[in-house]
């Protein structure tokens, strides 16, 4: 980190986003994982922040990388993918780290499968951003330097 940076911001994808711009491009869009990678990056650099980045298909490197943010990060954003759904041991770490943690996700989960409609990280995180497509990262990053900066 250097001297001009306020602090670093991990933005954290689950499952099957590494495939973003191509899986399902009517309800994900076209933008790639590196789009949205380059878009939090400079929402971030804006307010003085870096991002850490990482993408992984399993629940555990997740969760390890939420441990890890304890001492490193000013706070998560992070779009579980299913892990949404299913996952309380993620759910745990995310309350566990004591960090504020906004929750993406692209397409409005509201509208979709009855499943969908259920998160446990939503009950953990400090605030939810659904439906506005790669866009919501970058409203999640600048929530995240809103509530740090208080």
């Known amino acids: 980190m ?20 191509i899986r399902e491009p009517q309800t994900y869009g076209r ?8 878009l939090c990056r400079t929402a971030a650099a804006k307010a003085g922040y870096e991002v850490e980045f990482l993408q992984s298909n399993h629940e555990g490197v997740l969760i390890d990388a939420i441990h890890a943010a304890r001492t490193t990060m000013v706070g998560i954003v992070i ?19 004591q960090l504020p943690v906004i929750e993406v996700h692209i397409s409005n989960v509201h509208q979709r499968e009855a499943f969908r409609h259920h998160s446990y990280i939503s009950a953990v995180a400090a605030s939810v951003i659904v439906g506005a497509g790669t866009n919501g990262y970058v409203l999640g990053v600048e929530q995240l330097i809103h509530l740090v900066g208080r």
């Open 2 to 21: 250097s001297e001009t940076t306020t602090g670093s911001i991990l933005v954290l994808n689950g499952p099957n986003l590494n495939l973003l711009g």
């Open 31 to 38: 933008e790639t994982l590196a789009d949205v990678e380059a």
């Open 79 to 97: 779009n579980p993918g299913a892990f949404t759904h299913t996952s309380v041991a993620l759910a745990d770490a995310v309350s566990g780290v």
